[in-house]
């Protein structure tokens, strides 16, 4: 542990908060909302992010821990490790800045959504927007605004929604309602492979679209894991795969790997001009190059793409 780290946490454990201190409203953990944005990651929750450790929350820690051979109870180191990078570390364990990835990053943009100044995906991503929202919450708060989650912004956050920061498991309510499971993961590994497309790129994609959550519509029509319009959907049935494809989750994301590959094969492989065909259009690109508001995307998909 560094330096600066014992010397946040030595703050945070002046101010009396305790891993037992209740959060802003009752049943509410924000910890827990970073465990919930990890297990969706693996499509085994797909409930609201909501920081209660009840039972949805508690069959889909069970069913991850069942898959991979762990003791089945609470979500222990162990466990965390197994999740991934989206596992690690626990919210008020290390620094924050922007391009940090993880669940401590989950639980801020959880806190930044609940304090009204984040509107944005909770995809464990410390970008542009996360950022731009911590500046917000810092400015309100009278702190120094730097985007950065050092000792006195994680004092502040820690008293206003009273975050366990001690401890290193994460207790759940036992199993009781089963936890609906669409493994979206594994449906975007098996498009990947069967496309030729990178599966680190795809999930990247989907994650930073969707959060992998599989009813999601945005306002101009985009749907499923991987967002694609209505007319891509036509564009890769009627030329990409000759074909109607099934409106399903497996299928929107037949037709999102499909139109990704179409489009890393124009631009002969380059990840980055791919994904600036995908955010702005492929004729944009070739005619203006990347318009100023795609880079933040291309870039951010291209920063998970290594931890996904």
Not at 139 to 154: K, Q, S, Y
Not at 220 to 230: E, K, W, Y
Request: hydrophobic content about 45%.
């Amino acid at each position: 542990m560094t330096r600066l780290v014992r010397r946040l946490l030595a703050l945070i454990c002046t101010t009396g908060v305790l891993a037992a201190a209740p959060a802003v409203h009752a049943g509410v953990n924000p910890q827990i909302a970073g465990l919930q944005v990890a297990l969706r990651a693996h499509g085994l929750y797909l409930s609201q992010i909501d920081g209660i450790a009840g039972p949805r929350t508690a069959a889909a820690v069970h069913t991850f821990q069942r898959q991979h051979g762990l003791p089945v109870g609470p979500a222990t180191t162990r466990t965390r490790l197994a999740l991934g990078p989206l596992g690690e570390p626990l919210f008020g364990a290390r620094l924050l800045r922007r391009g940090d990835f993880g669940w401590d990053v989950s639980v801020l943009q959880f806190l930044l959504t609940r304090r009204g100044v984040y509107s944005g995906a909770l995809d464990g991503y410390l970008g542009k927007q996360t950022a731009a929202a911590l500046r917000r919450y810092q400015r309100l708060m009278h702190l120094n605004v730097d985007a950065i989650v050092g000792p006195r912004t994680l004092s502040a956050i820690v008293r206003r929604d009273r975050v366990p920061v001690r401890g290193r498991q994460v207790v759940v309510a036992t199993a009781g309602l089963a936890s609906p499971r669409a493994d979206v993961r594994s449906m975007l590994d098996a498009w990947s492979a069967r496309l030729g497309v990178d599966p680190h790129l795809v999930r990247a994609l989907a994650w930073m679209e969707s959060g992998f959550q599989t009813r999601i519509v945005s306002s101009a029509g985009a749907r499923g894991v991987l967002q694609t319009l209505p007319a891509t959907r036509q564009y890769v049935e009627n030329v990409l795969a000759g074909r109607p494809i099934a409106n399903t989750v497996d299928g929107d994301i037949e037709v999102g790997v499909l139109y990704l590959r179409h489009l890393l094969q124009v631009f002969h492989g380059d990840d980055r001009l791919a994904l600036a065909g995908w955010y702005q259009g492929e004729l944009a690109v070739r005619e203006h190059g990347l318009y100023v508001v795609t880079k933040p995307f291309v870039a951010n998909v291209l920063a998970l793409r290594a931890r996904m």
